[in-house]
């Protein structure tokens, strides 16, 4: 599927140009200096996400793709890929002890709390990083392959712009907070793309859900990894000053997508975001091979952790959804050829609902045609059918050329259970007061 890297110089040079480079590593930065996004421009949004397709490299959504962020433990990523090198060019053995310094030992959890003097295999290794993100690990394994944690992440950033990782810069191994360390949405899903590329023999232990260790089961923190068709990686990452990130890829129909997610403000924000973007980049692929010119970016729901449009956390919705474009669902909707499921067959064909009980109405999104609209409702009422199973369905406008869903009929506390609800799951919702 990949093209082989070769790499252009030894690695023993690299470490050679990168033991000079450390008095500038070294050398305080300011944090406004590195991360204008934060110091400077703090009006900016954290998110940031790009969605590329494996095979190609083809970029095929981006948001902010190329401002500067805070990796979080997306960095291991990195620290994996010299892992994975060394492995594979016959310097190091899955079998092989990784001692733990006190420098090692001493670092903030999420860690193994292994003490100065111990070691662990390289397995071990690996298995800590990607699973639990282990800091401590990822550390032991930096002075492992590089004599010490500053000299392994200068040889990081050399790596990484050697990668294409054009405006990436890494001053330690695991990710913990240095407002020197930055990197782009771009750039990881260029590592991301890279690691798999050059290294699938060992791209499996991105996969791995859990393991045992000391008599322990340990377990992994990618939760897409058990909830997601055909996800199958790579690594997650929070920090305060991050927010939640995560580096993911996905398999359907013999088609890979990678996904790289900045600046979530939620665990299950940050994977339904992950999850929409790989779905709908999977869903914009088949309709392409279908003669259909169509775009991610068209087909999203772009609904930010501080966007204007939708805030889910508000309960009862925020401003008019009229220029929302049109939603996917979890699941892809109908390709282009409009062949409906049996499941929103039924949902269109039933009866009219029960006799509305209030004057209060929920209104689910905003189309450019009626059709769209009603495919709306028969989606919602069948994923959400215990909230709005005694509402009436209908479709309000049209004198703007804007097609409302909307559920009407509730009353007030139902109206907002059923857009509390809605939102939960990602899906616009916004409560109507009677007029």
Same mark, same amino acid.
């Given at each position: 599927m990949f093209a082989k890297f070769i790499p252009v110089r030894s690695v023993l040079a690299a470490l050679g140009v990168a033991g000079a480079m450390l008095s500038g590593l070294a050398a305080p930065v300011s944090a406004s200096a590195q991360i204008p996004y934060l110091q400077m421009n703090s009006a900016e949004p954290k998110y940031a996400a790009i969605v590329i397709d494996a095979n190609s490299g083809e970029m095929l959504y981006d948001k902010r793709a190329d401002s500067p962020r805070y990796p979080a433990s997306v960095t291991k990523i990195m620290t994996l890929y010299l892992t994975f090198e060394a492995l594979s060019e016959g310097r190091l053995k899955l079998t092989d002890r990784v001692p733990f310094s006190s420098h090692a030992a001493a670092q903030?959890?999420?860690?193994?709390?292994?003490?100065?003097?111990?070691?662990?295999? @390289?397995?071990?290794?690996?298995?800590?990083?990607?699973?639990?993100?282990?800091?401590?690990?990822?550390?032991?394994?930096? &002075?492992? #392959?590089?004599?010490?944690?500053?000299?392994?992440?200068?040889?990081?950033?050399?790596?990484?712009? &050697?990668?294409?990782?054009?405006?990436? +810069?890494?001053?330690? $191994?695991?990710?913990?907070?240095?407002?020197?360390?930055?990197?782009?949405?771009?750039?990881?899903?260029?590592?991301?793309? $890279?690691?798999?590329?050059?290294f699938p023999q060992y791209y499996s232990y991105f996969s791995i859900k859990g393991f045992e260790f000391r008599g322990r089961y340990i377990p992994g923190h990618n939760r897409l990894l058990t909830n997601m068709q055909g996800f199958d990686g790579l690594k997650t990452g929070y920090t305060n000053a991050s927010g939640y990130?995560?580096?993911?890829?996905?398999?359907?129909?013999? +088609?890979?997508?990678?996904?790289?997610?900045?600046?979530?403000?939620?665990?299950?924000? +940050?994977?339904?975001?992950? &999850?929409?973007?790989?779905?709908?980049?999977? %869903? @914009?692929?088949?309709?392409?091979?279908?003669?259909? +010119?169509?775009?991610?970016? $068209?087909?999203?729901?772009?609904?930010?952790?501080?966007?204007?449009?939708?805030?889910?956390?508000?309960?009862?919705?925020?401003?008019?959804?009229?220029?929302?474009?049109?939603?996917?669902? %979890?699941?892809?909707?109908?390709?282009?050829?409009?062949? @409906?499921?049996?499941? #929103?067959?039924? $949902?269109?064909?039933?009866?009219?609902?029960?006799?509305?009980?209030? &004057?209060?109405?929920?209104? @689910?999104?905003?189309?450019?045609?009626?059709?769209?609209?009603n495919e709306q409702l028969a989606l919602v009422r069948s994923r959400f059918s215990k909230f709005v199973a005694d509402a009436e369905g209908a479709v309000e406008g049209a004198a703007s050329s804007t097609f409302r869903a909307q559920f009407q009929g509730l009353t007030a506390d139902a109206a907002r259970g059923a857009c509390r609800a809605i939102s939960a799951k990602r899906q616009p919702c916004m409560v109507l007061a009677p007029r």
């Open positions: 903030t959890p999420t860690k193994l709390g292994l003490q100065p003097g111990d070691s662990i295999s @390289v397995d071990e290794a690996i298995r800590a990083m990607t699973v639990k993100s282990a800091n401590d690990a990822a550390v032991a394994m930096a &002075e492992r #392959l590089g004599g010490s944690e500053s000299r392994f992440a200068a040889l990081m950033t050399l790596r990484g712009q &050697e990668l294409g990782m054009r405006n990436s +810069r890494f001053v330690n $191994a695991s990710g913990l907070p240095d407002s020197r360390q930055i990197s782009t949405a771009r750039d990881l899903a260029i590592l991301s793309r $890279a690691t798999m590329r050059d990130n995560l580096a993911g890829s996905a398999v359907r129909d013999g +088609r890979r997508l990678i996904a790289v997610v900045l600046g979530g403000s939620s665990t299950a924000w +940050r994977d339904n975001n992950m &999850e929409d973007l790989l779905t709908t980049g999977f %869903d @914009v692929l088949k309709r392409r091979s279908h003669g259909e +010119r169509t775009t991610i970016a $068209a087909n999203l729901y772009e609904d930010e952790p501080t966007g204007p449009i939708m805030r889910p956390s508000t309960e009862e919705g925020d401003g008019d959804q009229a220029g929302l474009k049109i939603v996917l669902t %979890d699941n892809p909707r109908p390709p282009a050829a409009l062949k @409906v499921s049996p499941t #929103l067959k039924a $949902a269109q064909a039933k009866p009219a609902p029960k006799k509305a009980k209030g &004057e209060w109405a929920v209104q @689910v999104g905003a189309f450019k045609s009626k059709s769209l609209a």
